[in-house]
């Protein structure tokens, strides 16, 4: 293999070599050098650096990789960053760019990289490095590349078209507007295994077109972060993410025809909504939005779907639904919910599955099929006929609720909303308080928007002293 000699120069003109420390043999087996094994076993770190001096005399000058492995593309050049470290400090900004312009893929090591200014990364590059992530829920080391001082309002790490990051944690630490950002033009990149975080107002932010998202962590700045994860692009697929904090919303998907397949939405007590959709035609399968304040989910676009997705963790008095479809200001049609799943924790619940808020000309064609809304008081807030909500006729829509009523000490029957789409089959009532288990008490009536529950004898007189969990099936 031929090697070819990096020379850095001095301000006097005269080469320079490079001072930091460099990696070591085991380094250069488990990642430096990929696939070159082989190589590195001949000549150790002669494969990566010469200890002897080259024609023009500069000592110890980085050489580059080229050989192909099994994780990256054939043809590749590859080079360690620590080999283009400058100097005894700890930034490792200018190593970044002398790798970059050296190199078609740059390995990082394991351990905290600090960097002073942002890192453009330029087309077709690849970032890569063992793998593991420094998480927030578990101890893992990994490695991590730290913004140390205030950049304003760049980003921290950009990449360029068809660029590929994997297995870093990107840290703005509260100095770049966005840890990890790929801009309008820059499509058709892949982050793989990637922790982006502390931005000060998104941790990743996306503007390009078709874009592949698997297995990554985004956090949002704790207290003052915007969002953990902002798109406006197009085409994007993302799998297998999950998404933390946020004051305005975990996701911001302001996007159109992405894909969003068992990816965790997941609110704190700052977080107003766990997903906020704004863009038109986005696909979310087995998602789960958990923890904001609520809505758990906002869409205020058209053409929406959400299939077999979960909704955790209402608060009574702040969420008055687990989903809101907001057409008060724009067009909000088309929305569909299939399958849909709710699970509340003691003490906290939704006043709606669904909540439609705008005209029917704005809300026309909401589509709820399927699934559950235990913790909610009832399935939506507008009847079907108001808004002109589709069902397949063929789905079963079920409904589970709490219902709370007043004895007078002479009624015996009470007409309760029920909530579905029509005349439910089956319905099951059963008492949830003494008052409402003192005398036997069953289901004397089925029809298209109330049910009745009849009492054997009038229970007594009190304020809401009869509870009951209802189910109610179509």
Not at 12 to 26: F, N, Q
Not at 60 to 78: C, E, F, H, Q
Not at 233 to 247: N, P, S, Y
């Amino acid at each position: 293999m031929e090697r070819q000699p990096l020379n850095a120069r001095s301000s006097a003109g005269e080469p320079e070599a490079p001072s930091a420390i460099h990696p070591t043999r085991r380094d250069l087996l488990a990642g430096a050098a990929g696939g070159a094994i082989a190589l590195a076993a001949d000549f150790g770190l002669d494969a990566l650096t010469s200890n002897s001096a080259t024609e023009d005399g500069t000592p110890n000058a980085p050489y580059l990789i080229g050989k192909s492995t099994r994780d990256l593309p054939s043809g590749l050049v590859r080079a360690d960053v620590r080999a283009f470290k400058n100097g005894s400090g700890t930034d490792y900004h200018q190593a970044f760019m002398d790798a970059f312009a050296a190199a078609d893929a740059v390995y990082v090591p394991s351990g905290t990289l600090f960097v002073s200014q942002g890192i453009s990364v330029p087309a077709g590059k690849v970032v890569y490095s063992d793998g593991a992530l420094d998480q927030t829920q578990a101890s893992h080391a990994g490695t991590i590349v730290r913004l140390t001082g205030d950049i304003g309002s760049q980003p921290f790490l950009s990449l360029g078209r068809s660029c590929e990051i994997r297995g870093l944690t990107v840290d703005a630490n509260g100095n770049a507007e966005v840890a990890l950002e790929i801009p309008k033009g820059s499509d058709e990149c892949r982050v793989w295994n990637v922790k982006a975080a502390n931005g000060k107002t998104a941790a990743f932010s996306g503007d390009a077109s078709r874009l592949t998202i698997l297995g990554c962590l985004f956090i949002a700045l704790e207290g003052s972060g915007r969002f953990a994860y902002q798109c406006s692009g197009a085409d994007f697929h993302v799998i297998a993410v999950r998404m933390i904090g946020g004051t305005d919303a975990t996701a911001l998907i302001d996007g159109f025809y992405g894909d969003y397949e068992m990816v965790h939405f997941q609110g704190s007590n700052d977080t107003q909504n766990d997903g906020r959709v704004t863009g038109n035609h986005n696909h979310f399968v087995q998602c789960r939005f958990d923890g904001g304040t609520g809505p758990n989910l906002l869409v205020q676009a058209r053409g929406n779907e959400f299939i077999s997705c979960r909704f955790y963790n209402g608060r009574p008095g702040q969420a008055p639904s687990a989903i809101r479809i907001d057409g008060t200001s724009t067009d909000a049609t088309q929305n569909q919910i299939a399958d849909v799943f709710v699970d509340g924790v003691k003490g906290r619940t939704w006043k709606y599955l669904l909540e439609i808020l705008g005209p029917v000309g704005t809300t026309r064609g909401t589509i709820l099929g399927s699934g559950s809304c235990s913790f909610c008081d009832s399935p939506y807030n507008v009847r079907p006929a108001s808004v002109g909500i589709l069902t397949n006729a063929e789905l079963a829509s079920r409904s589970e609720f709490q219902a709370t009523l007043s004895g007078d000490g002479r009624t015996a029957s009470f007409r309760i909303p029920h909530g579905l789409l029509g005349t439910p089959i089956t319905a099951i009532a059963q008492p949830a308080s003494a008052d409402a288990a003192a005398s036997s008490s069953f289901v004397s009536e089925l029809g298209p928007t109330d049910l009745v529950i009849s009492f054997a004898t009038a229970p007594p007189s009190g304020k809401e002293n009869l509870a009951f969990h209802v189910i109610a099936a179509m």
